[in-house]
């Protein structure tokens, strides 16, 4: 069965080398139910202790964002994330609880807790007025 649109592909390091030594693997799916856009805002994360870390945001959907900081954070950490468009000022952005998802070469993706309807919609109008599709799709 072929992936569908909004599907990637992830092997882990592990995968890749049993792949490489001619064993068979499943690919585990990732399904996006979020459409990922590029916004102008600047990041505040906070961690629990108190530790401030700033950035810029790579991409930003409902579920999460990806943010590009000279930092690291712990992974799986608790975080409070405030996103403040440049277009605007902190009475236009979104302060969102979430957790350290992953860290990569482009960043670090936090994943955000479930948010209620105000939050959403103020999160929306950040992506429908800043927002722009990252290159390759969503």
Known sequence: KGFGHGEAVRLSARARAQERNGRVVRARTEQRDSDRVRVAARVEVRLHSGVLVEGVVVDLSERGILMATERSLPL????????????????DGVCLDGRVARM?????????????????????RIMDTDGESPPGGA
């Open 76 to 91: 799986e950490s608790r975080v409070r994330v405030l996103i403040c468009p440049d277009k605007g000022g902190a009475a």
């Open 104 to 124: 990569d070469i482009r960043g670090v993706a936090i994943a955000f807790a479930p948010v209620d309807s105000i939050e959403r919609k103020r999160l929306r």
